[in-house]
């Protein structure tokens, strides 16, 4: 009795408190956001495009936010741009990355257009390889064998 009063004194999270971290957060694909997602499981990286002013627009919405237009298409990208930040992510926000800490995450300049960013997780790559500006490119990686999901590696490597 004395050690359950304690446990709730002092809550321990562990990887085997949850059964749930043997699962990633899964994306919702919506209706706007399908092509997306559906891109990534052929290994293709697509964005949304407007067709009024040319914008590139991400993440997926339904109206661009620059001119209003609500003509917006997917449009394949390079998969190539730089690294505007970055960060080494020590505490897990979720149970399924308690055993992938630490790990990389960051926000890549798209090449098309520089100042339209995406966040992502970077791979192939230590803390120390990392520098913003840095040229780097897509990488696709099965998380399950339902779940593809876009990377980014410095660019240039070979997986
Ligand atoms: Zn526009």
Redesign the pocket.
């Known amino acids: 009795m004395t050690d359950l009063g304690k446990s709730r004194e002092h809550p321990t999270v562990t990887p085997s408190t949850f059964e749930v971290g043997a699962s990633p957060p899964v994306p919702e694909r919506t209706e706007v956001n399908a092509f997306y997602w559906d891109a990534v499981d052929r290994h293709r990286l697509e964005l949304l495009r ?1 067709r ?4 590139f627009v991400h993440y997926p919405r339904p109206i ?1 936010p ?4 609500t003509d917006l298409a997917p449009e394949p990208v390079s998969g190539r741009g730089s690294l505007y930040s970055y960060c080494e992510i020590l505490q897990a926000s979720h149970p399924y990355f308690f055993d992938k800490l630490p790990y990389l995450i960051g926000v890549i300049d798209l090449e098309e257009e520089p100042g339209v960013r995406l966040p992502t997780g970077l791979v192939e790559c230590t803390r120390d390889d990392l520098r913003c500006g840095l040229a780097m490119e897509v990488v696709f990686r099965s998380v399950t064998p339902s779940l593809t999901l876009p990377y980014f590696r410095p660019a240039g490597r070979r997986s």
């Open positions: 407007c009024g002013c040319g914008h661009c620059r001119c209003l237009d």
